[in-house]
């Protein structure tokens, strides 16, 4: 399988666990080279219009982190800016994870596939992260 080109764009990625209170806090923010992907699907059905947005991120197989990481990146929040806009409208959960693997010849992970879906730090059950500079 051909490799796919993942240092076109550039993601935040947070990652969240629980502090002694239980209450979940950041733990850590990377930078993480990718190549993001994003669709939106129209419909119309009985008068109604349905619009559906639908974001897959492919994370840099090379980078220690992701791979250390792959199997826990499942709940992890993504910022992305597209085309220019305001980052606090660009967050993302990674609701799965897909690693590709090589199992003819070398059984290497050769593409971390993210689907994602639209979201935003500020709910209830999330604090708002602060950047790291």
């Known amino acids: 399988m051909k490799r796919i080109d ?4 550039s993601i935040t990625l947070y990652s969240y666990g629980p502090n002694g209170w239980g ?4 733990k850590d923010t990377r930078e993480i080279n990718c190549l993001f992907q994003l669709g939106m699907t129209q419909n119309r059905n009985d008068y109604v219009d349905g619009l ?13 982190y992701v791979l250390s990481q792959v199997y826990r990146l499942e709940g992890c929040y993504v910022n992305y800016s597209t085309l220019g806009g305001d980052e606090k409208d660009n967050w993302y959960k990674i609701e799965r ?5 090589e ?18 730090p500020h709910s ?3 604090p708002a992260p602060v950047p790291v500079p």
């Open 6 to 9: 993942t240092s076109k764009d």
């Open 23 to 26: 209450d979940k806090t950041l």
């Open 52 to 64: 559906g947005t639908d974001a897959h991120v492919y994370l840099n197989e090379e980078d220690e």
């Open 97 to 101: 994870v897909k690693p590709g693997r």
């Open 103 to 120: 199992t003819l010849t070398t059984n290497e992970i050769n593409c971390v596939h993210c689907f994602l879906t639209k979201s935003t």
């Open 124 to 126: 209830a059950e999330i």
